[in-house]
């Protein structure tokens, strides 16, 4: 059975870094084609697509957020941990990990997403 | 970069039958994948690469993709159907993930 969780502060302050660690159970990092992405979604907004990483750190991320985000992976420890630098209040919104099985593929698997404010 | 444009909201009478678009430039050559939200709730899996259905759900939850529309179809709507619905496809030639702006389906 595949669950993963989010964790991390719910309120951050402007210009702050944002630190999310997804803890994953019933899949490995290190198997082939397997991945974990970060998604977001602003209160009544669309879900956008973050970053994403592979099991061989392969790492992918999206263009509009790129010089903000770093994804890296603690198989170990069954993690995934995502930081935003520069945080503005626009960035408020729930942040979700989910799990894909390949490339291309689905998420197939969800997060049950953390609600991160940003305010003074 | 890649955009996948929905209607922003779908309205369908019980037991009858609604259709979700989700309009990209030739996606009808990408694998497309639904999302299921319900109000505070993380996205569901319905449809992936196009047609195929997880485990779990119902038949009543088809897809298809073709061209430049891709196209999830609830048959025989009930009042639990009533959900955000998103689209989403891995762009090849940016390899990068994009979701669909979103549907609002009302179950009248």
């Known amino acids: 059975q595949i669950t993963l969780k989010e964790s991390g502060p719910t309120l951050v302050k402007p210009t702050q870094t944002l630190t999310l660690t997804c803890t994953f159970s019933?899949?490995?990092?290190?198997?082939?084609?397997?991945?974990v992405g970060w998604i977001r979604q602003p209160p009544g907004k669309a879900l956008e697509w973050l970053a994403l990483?592979?099991?061989?750190?392969?790492?992918r991320y999206s263009p509009s957020l790129k010089s903000r985000l770093t994804i890296t992976k603690d198989t170990s420890k069954n993690q995934v941990v995502l930081t935003m630098t520069n945080m503005d209040p626009v960035d408020t919104a729930t942040y979700y990990c989910?799990?894909?099985?390949?490339?291309?593929?689905?998420?197939?698997?969800w997060g049950q997403g953390t609600l991160v404010t940003v305010s003074s | 970069s890649y955009v996948l444009t929905q209607p922003p909201s779908v309205s369908v009478a019980p037991g009858q039958t609604a259709r979700i678009t989700c309009g990209g430039n030739?996606?009808?050559?990408?694998?497309v994948h639904w999302y299921q939200q319900k109000p505070g709730q993380a996205p569901v899996l319905v449809v992936y690469?196009?047609?195929d259905r997880p485990s779990g759900i119902p038949e009543r939850f088809s897809g298809s993709n073709s061209g430049n529309t891709a196209t999830l179809t609830i048959s025989r709507v009930e009042a639990g159907d009533e959900a955000d619905y998103y689209c989403?496809?891995?762009?090849?030639?940016?390899?990068?993930?994009?979701f669909g702006t979103g549907t609002k389906v009302t179950v009248l």
């Open positions: 030739n996606i009808g050559s990408k694998s």
């Open positions: 989910a799990h894909r099985r390949v490339i291309a593929a689905a998420f197939n698997y």
């Open positions: 989403q496809v891995w762009d090849s030639s940016s390899d990068h993930e994009v």
């Open positions: 690469d196009d047609s």
């Open positions: 990483i592979y099991w061989d750190d392969d790492k």
């Open positions: 019933g899949f490995s990092l290190s198997t082939s084609g397997v991945g």
